[in-house]
């Protein structure tokens, strides 16, 4: 298999090091953190097959808009990872195209089961 690059759009220290660690034993992936302003440029170029956005407790949903935006004309998921499971905001993310939404505190994030479809 070729490597798969994630992007992971984070501020969140533990959260980083969480998606980092899970990752550490998947060898073909790599992990790249960024910002939701830099996803756009990045999903350009070769190897992005993941993209994580990390949405933090009282965050503004417009950079989850702008994701989406991008996903949508990608090939690849998008999932979110947020600090509290919100059926609301789960159920309109869902809609509006997210692969999977992950509550990183009660739910392991499994980055191999995401990877195989």
Known sequence: MNE????LVSRCPAVIEQVRGIASGIPQ???EVTSAANVSSRTQQAGVGLI???LEDGQDSGITRLLWSVAQAL???TIVLCDRFKEHQAT???????????DVQSEPVRLD?????
């Open 4 to 7: 798969v690059v994630a992007l």
């Open 29 to 31: 992936l790599r992990v």
């Open 52 to 54: 994580l956005a990390h």
């Open 75 to 77: 090939p690849c998921p």
């Open 92 to 102: 309109a993310l869902l809609r509006a195209g997210a692969a999977h939404y992950i």
């Open 113 to 117: 089961v995401l990877l195989q479809g």
